[in-house]
Protein backbone atom coordinates (compact mmCIF):
# COMPACT_ATOMS: atom_id res chain seq x y z
CA UNK A 1 0.00 0.00 0.00
CA UNK A 2 1.14 3.92 -0.71
CA UNK A 3 2.25 6.16 1.39
CA UNK A 4 1.40 9.12 1.71
CA UNK A 5 1.79 12.84 3.80
CA UNK A 6 0.50 16.16 3.77
CA UNK A 7 2.97 19.11 3.17
CA UNK A 8 1.85 22.59 4.54
CA UNK A 9 3.50 25.64 3.51
CA UNK A 10 2.20 28.16 6.27
CA UNK A 11 2.59 32.11 4.84
CA UNK A 12 1.94 35.21 6.13
CA UNK A 13 -0.55 35.71 3.07
CA UNK A 14 -1.85 31.94 2.26
CA UNK A 15 -1.66 28.50 3.98
CA UNK A 16 -1.44 25.93 0.94
CA UNK A 17 -1.68 22.73 1.85
CA UNK A 18 -0.92 19.31 -0.31
CA UNK A 19 -1.67 15.94 0.28
CA UNK A 20 1.64 14.14 -2.13
CA UNK A 21 2.35 10.11 -2.12
CA UNK A 22 5.89 9.12 -1.61
CA UNK A 23 5.95 8.32 -5.18
CA UNK A 24 5.99 12.29 -5.73
CA UNK A 25 2.88 11.91 -6.96
CA UNK A 26 0.31 14.86 -6.44
CA UNK A 27 -2.94 13.97 -4.67
CA UNK A 28 -5.07 17.23 -3.64
CA UNK A 29 -4.51 20.42 -3.14
CA UNK A 30 -6.30 23.40 -0.76
CA UNK A 31 -5.35 27.60 -0.04
CA UNK A 32 -6.90 29.45 2.59
CA UNK A 33 -6.19 32.98 3.11
CA UNK A 34 -4.57 33.21 6.35
CA UNK A 35 -5.13 37.31 6.41
CA UNK A 36 -8.28 36.57 6.94
CA UNK A 37 -8.21 34.75 10.13
CA UNK A 38 -7.90 36.69 13.13
CA UNK A 39 -5.65 34.82 15.71
CA UNK A 40 -2.99 32.73 15.40
CA UNK A 41 -5.02 29.78 16.95
CA UNK A 42 -7.78 30.49 14.31
CA UNK A 43 -5.17 29.55 11.12
CA UNK A 44 -4.03 26.09 13.12
CA UNK A 45 -7.49 25.20 13.55
CA UNK A 46 -7.86 25.46 9.88
CA UNK A 47 -4.56 23.94 8.99
CA UNK A 48 -5.59 20.67 11.27
CA UNK A 49 -9.18 20.93 9.46
CA UNK A 50 -7.43 20.72 6.24
CA UNK A 51 -5.27 18.02 7.05
CA UNK A 52 -7.95 15.92 8.38
CA UNK A 53 -9.94 16.14 5.58
CA UNK A 54 -7.01 15.62 2.77
CA UNK A 55 -5.80 12.43 5.09
CA UNK A 56 -9.39 10.71 5.46
CA UNK A 57 -10.35 11.78 1.46
CA UNK A 58 -6.93 9.45 0.56
CA UNK A 59 -7.18 6.71 3.49
CA UNK A 60 -8.48 4.36 1.90
CA UNK A 61 -5.93 4.18 -0.82
CA UNK A 62 -2.71 4.61 1.00
CA UNK A 63 -1.11 4.83 4.84
CA UNK A 64 -1.00 8.26 6.63
CA UNK A 65 2.45 9.06 7.14
CA UNK A 66 2.22 12.18 8.93
CA UNK A 67 2.49 16.04 8.21
CA UNK A 68 5.30 18.32 7.41
CA UNK A 69 4.95 22.19 8.23
CA UNK A 70 7.73 24.60 6.55
CA UNK A 71 7.11 28.20 8.12
CA UNK A 72 8.80 31.66 7.36
CA UNK A 73 11.47 32.98 10.25
CA UNK A 74 13.16 31.12 12.32
CA UNK A 75 12.42 28.01 14.72
CA UNK A 76 14.17 25.54 16.66
CA UNK A 77 13.65 22.58 14.43
CA UNK A 78 14.04 20.04 17.20
CA UNK A 79 11.44 21.10 19.42
CA UNK A 80 9.24 21.99 16.43
CA UNK A 81 9.01 26.08 17.92
CA UNK A 82 8.96 28.90 15.87
CA UNK A 83 11.48 31.67 17.15
CA UNK A 84 10.01 34.71 15.43
CA UNK A 85 8.86 35.73 11.83
CA UNK A 86 8.31 38.80 10.66
CA UNK A 87 5.37 37.45 8.44
CA UNK A 88 4.10 35.93 11.02
CA UNK A 89 3.15 38.63 14.07
CA UNK A 90 1.81 37.15 17.45
CA UNK A 91 3.42 33.35 16.79
CA UNK A 92 7.01 34.38 18.86
CA UNK A 93 7.91 31.60 20.69
CA UNK A 94 5.18 29.24 19.46
CA UNK A 95 4.76 25.87 19.54
CA UNK A 96 3.65 25.02 16.11
CA UNK A 97 4.49 21.20 16.08
CA UNK A 98 3.04 20.55 19.38
CA UNK A 99 0.04 22.66 18.32
CA UNK A 100 -0.73 20.83 15.69
CA UNK A 101 -0.26 17.88 16.95
CA UNK A 102 -2.76 17.70 19.46
CA UNK A 103 -5.19 17.80 17.06
CA UNK A 104 -4.33 15.43 14.35
CA UNK A 105 -2.72 12.64 16.21
CA UNK A 106 -0.08 12.08 13.73
CA UNK A 107 3.76 12.67 13.16
CA UNK A 108 4.20 16.75 12.52
CA UNK A 109 7.65 17.97 11.31
CA UNK A 110 8.33 21.79 11.14
CA UNK A 111 11.09 23.24 9.44
CA UNK A 112 12.08 26.81 7.77
CA UNK A 113 9.69 27.28 4.45
CA UNK A 114 12.90 28.07 2.47
CA UNK A 115 14.41 24.26 3.58
CA UNK A 116 11.37 23.22 2.59
CA UNK A 117 11.53 24.68 -0.74
CA UNK A 118 15.10 23.40 -1.42
CA UNK A 119 14.21 19.86 -0.45
CA UNK A 120 11.22 19.78 -3.02
CA UNK A 121 13.58 21.24 -5.95
CA UNK A 122 16.22 18.11 -4.51
CA UNK A 123 13.75 15.36 -4.44
CA UNK A 124 11.45 15.96 -7.75
CA UNK A 125 12.83 19.28 -9.17
CA UNK A 126 15.67 21.14 -10.64
CA UNK A 127 18.08 18.93 -8.24
CA UNK A 128 17.10 15.37 -8.67
CA UNK A 129 20.79 14.94 -10.01
CA UNK A 130 22.81 16.53 -7.66
CA UNK A 131 23.85 15.67 -3.95
CA UNK A 132 24.20 19.31 -2.96
CA UNK A 133 22.24 22.57 -3.59
CA UNK A 134 21.57 26.53 -3.06
CA UNK A 135 17.83 27.69 -3.22
CA UNK A 136 17.34 31.13 -3.42
CA UNK A 137 13.44 32.28 -3.18
CA UNK A 138 12.62 36.07 -4.30
CA UNK A 139 10.05 37.23 -3.40
CA UNK A 140 8.29 39.92 -0.42
CA UNK A 141 12.32 39.24 0.71
CA UNK A 142 14.91 37.00 -0.52
CA UNK A 143 15.30 33.81 1.19
CA UNK A 144 17.68 30.52 1.18
CA UNK A 145 18.06 27.15 1.62
CA UNK A 146 20.80 24.44 1.71
CA UNK A 147 21.06 21.02 1.00
CA UNK A 148 24.66 19.55 1.68
CA UNK A 149 25.28 15.85 0.72
CA UNK A 150 21.56 15.44 0.74
CA UNK A 151 20.54 16.56 4.48
CA UNK A 152 19.29 20.31 4.92
CA UNK A 153 22.31 22.27 6.16
CA UNK A 154 20.40 24.22 9.56
CA UNK A 155 23.41 25.85 11.54
CA UNK A 156 24.22 25.06 15.05
CA UNK A 157 21.31 27.62 15.99
CA UNK A 158 19.45 26.57 12.92
CA UNK A 159 20.11 30.32 11.48
CA UNK A 160 22.16 28.96 8.38
CA UNK A 161 20.88 29.79 4.73
CA UNK A 162 19.54 33.48 5.59
CA UNK A 163 21.14 34.49 2.08
CA UNK A 164 19.04 37.38 2.15
CA UNK A 165 21.16 39.34 4.94
CA UNK A 166 24.33 38.70 2.15
CA UNK A 167 25.45 42.94 2.48
CA UNK A 168 25.86 43.64 -1.29
CA UNK A 169 25.21 47.45 -1.14
CA UNK A 170 27.61 49.22 0.08
CA UNK A 171 25.48 52.76 0.42
CA UNK A 172 22.17 50.92 0.41
CA UNK A 173 18.84 51.22 2.10
CA UNK A 174 18.11 49.71 6.06
CA UNK A 175 16.50 46.11 6.02
CA UNK A 176 14.42 45.15 8.06
CA UNK A 177 16.81 42.68 10.02
CA UNK A 178 18.73 46.23 11.13
CA UNK A 179 21.54 45.66 9.01
CA UNK A 180 22.10 48.13 5.69
CA UNK A 181 22.44 46.96 1.99
CA UNK A 182 21.30 43.62 2.92
CA UNK A 183 20.68 41.07 -0.96
CA UNK A 184 16.61 41.27 0.03
CA UNK A 185 16.81 44.82 -0.27
CA UNK A 186 17.87 45.01 -3.68
CA UNK A 187 16.76 41.65 -4.96
CA UNK A 188 13.11 41.26 -3.69
CA UNK A 189 9.63 42.32 -4.93
CA UNK A 190 10.16 45.26 -1.92
CA UNK A 191 12.64 46.40 -4.01
CA UNK A 192 11.16 46.33 -7.35
CA UNK A 193 8.59 48.48 -5.71
CA UNK A 194 10.29 50.51 -3.87
CA UNK A 195 12.28 51.82 -6.86
CA UNK A 196 9.61 52.36 -9.08
CA UNK A 197 7.72 54.26 -6.60
CA UNK A 198 10.71 56.70 -7.39
CA UNK A 199 9.93 56.36 -10.79
CA UNK A 200 6.58 57.76 -10.50
CA UNK A 201 7.54 60.55 -8.37
CA UNK A 202 10.16 61.54 -10.89
CA UNK A 203 7.77 61.05 -13.74
CA UNK A 204 10.47 58.62 -15.31
CA UNK A 205 8.23 56.10 -16.49
CA UNK A 206 5.01 57.11 -18.53
CA UNK A 207 3.63 53.58 -18.51
CA UNK A 208 3.72 53.20 -14.56
CA UNK A 209 2.00 56.90 -14.77
CA UNK A 210 -0.25 55.81 -16.76
CA UNK A 211 -0.65 52.10 -15.54
CA UNK A 212 -1.50 54.00 -12.30
CA UNK A 213 -3.46 56.91 -12.73
CA UNK A 214 -7.03 55.27 -11.37
CA UNK A 215 -5.44 54.21 -8.30
CA UNK A 216 -4.35 50.88 -9.59
CA UNK A 217 -1.47 49.29 -6.62
CA UNK A 218 2.34 49.53 -7.82
CA UNK A 219 3.34 45.73 -7.54
CA UNK A 220 5.80 44.27 -8.88
CA UNK A 221 4.22 42.28 -11.62
CA UNK A 222 3.22 45.60 -12.74
CA UNK A 223 6.91 46.92 -13.17
CA UNK A 224 7.30 43.51 -14.47
CA UNK A 225 4.72 43.45 -17.35
CA UNK A 226 6.02 47.47 -17.98
CA UNK A 227 9.44 46.04 -18.58
CA UNK A 228 8.18 43.58 -21.17
CA UNK A 229 5.79 45.90 -22.38
CA UNK A 230 9.47 48.45 -23.44
CA UNK A 231 10.01 50.97 -20.98
CA UNK A 232 13.60 51.75 -20.84
CA UNK A 233 13.50 52.74 -17.02
CA UNK A 234 11.68 49.77 -15.52
CA UNK A 235 13.94 47.14 -17.46
CA UNK A 236 16.78 49.41 -15.82
CA UNK A 237 14.67 48.12 -12.01
CA UNK A 238 15.23 44.54 -13.30
CA UNK A 239 19.00 44.93 -14.56
CA UNK A 240 19.64 46.89 -11.00
CA UNK A 241 17.87 43.85 -9.50
CA UNK A 242 20.03 41.42 -11.48
CA UNK A 243 23.49 43.29 -10.66
CA UNK A 244 23.03 42.86 -6.86
CA UNK A 245 21.46 39.39 -7.21
CA UNK A 246 25.00 38.67 -9.07
CA UNK A 247 27.34 39.88 -6.53
CA UNK A 248 25.35 37.75 -3.60
CA UNK A 249 25.22 34.30 -5.88
CA UNK A 250 28.93 35.45 -6.45
CA UNK A 251 29.56 35.62 -2.51
CA UNK A 252 27.91 32.41 -2.71
CA UNK A 253 29.47 30.76 -5.08
CA UNK A 254 33.05 31.54 -3.95
CA UNK A 255 32.19 30.28 -0.34
CA UNK A 256 30.24 26.89 -1.04
CA UNK A 257 31.33 25.64 -4.27
CA UNK A 258 28.63 23.57 -5.14
CA UNK A 259 27.42 22.50 -8.01
CA UNK A 260 23.49 24.13 -8.11
CA UNK A 261 22.33 27.38 -7.15
CA UNK A 262 18.36 27.07 -7.70
CA UNK A 263 16.44 30.96 -8.08
CA UNK A 264 12.82 30.10 -7.26
CA UNK A 265 9.95 32.22 -5.72
CA UNK A 266 7.43 35.01 -7.71
CA UNK A 267 9.69 37.26 -8.24
CA UNK A 268 11.79 34.83 -10.57
CA UNK A 269 9.12 34.66 -13.22
CA UNK A 270 11.01 37.93 -14.57
CA UNK A 271 14.26 36.01 -15.30
CA UNK A 272 14.72 37.15 -19.00
CA UNK A 273 15.03 40.77 -17.39
CA UNK A 274 17.18 39.97 -14.65
CA UNK A 275 19.59 36.98 -15.47
CA UNK A 276 21.67 38.73 -18.14
CA UNK A 277 23.28 41.15 -15.61
CA UNK A 278 22.97 38.61 -12.99
CA UNK A 279 25.57 36.27 -14.94
CA UNK A 280 27.71 39.41 -15.93
CA UNK A 281 27.97 39.97 -12.40
CA UNK A 282 28.17 36.06 -11.31
CA UNK A 283 31.44 35.97 -13.97
CA UNK A 284 33.24 38.92 -13.25
CA UNK A 285 32.78 38.24 -9.86
CA UNK A 286 33.37 34.91 -8.71
CA UNK A 287 36.56 33.16 -9.79
CA UNK A 288 35.09 29.34 -8.91
CA UNK A 289 32.28 30.24 -11.45
CA UNK A 290 32.86 28.10 -14.82
CA UNK A 291 29.69 28.01 -17.16
CA UNK A 292 28.74 24.28 -18.03
CA UNK A 293 30.02 22.90 -14.16
CA UNK A 294 28.38 25.16 -12.06
CA UNK A 295 24.94 25.88 -12.98
CA UNK A 296 22.29 28.54 -11.76
CA UNK A 297 18.93 27.44 -12.73
CA UNK A 298 15.16 28.41 -12.11
CA UNK A 299 13.36 26.56 -9.79
CA UNK A 300 11.20 23.82 -11.24
CA UNK A 301 8.35 22.87 -9.00
CA UNK A 302 7.62 27.00 -8.83
CA UNK A 303 5.32 28.15 -5.82
CA UNK A 304 4.86 24.19 -4.94
CA UNK A 305 8.67 23.28 -3.89
CA UNK A 306 7.97 24.16 -0.34
CA UNK A 307 4.66 21.40 -0.60
CA UNK A 308 6.50 18.89 -1.74
CA UNK A 309 9.72 19.59 0.44
CA UNK A 310 7.43 19.69 3.98
CA UNK A 311 5.92 16.30 2.44
CA UNK A 312 9.18 14.60 1.95
CA UNK A 313 10.33 15.99 5.71
CA UNK A 314 7.59 13.94 6.90
CA UNK A 315 7.77 10.86 4.66
CA UNK A 316 11.11 10.69 5.78
CA UNK A 317 10.75 11.10 9.76
CA UNK A 318 7.95 8.52 9.60
CA UNK A 319 10.20 5.42 7.78
Not at 125 to 143: Q, Y
Not at 221 to 243: K, N, P, T
Amino acid sequence: MMRFAVGVDLGGTNLRIAAIEESGQLLDKVSVAVRALTHRDAVIDELCRAVRTLSARHAAGGTFAGVGVGVPGLLYAETGTLRKSPNLPGWENFAVRDAIRSQVEVEVVLDNDANAAALGEKWLGAGREVSSLCLLTLGTGVGGGLVLDGKVWRGFLGMAGEVGHIAVAENGVQCGCGSWGCLETEASATAVVRNAKKLLTSGGSATLTEATKDGRALTAELVYHAAQAGDAACREIFESFGRFLGIGLAILVNTLNLPLYVIGGGVAEAWPLFSPAMFDQLRRRSYVFAEGSTRVELAKLGADAGLYGAAYLALQKSK
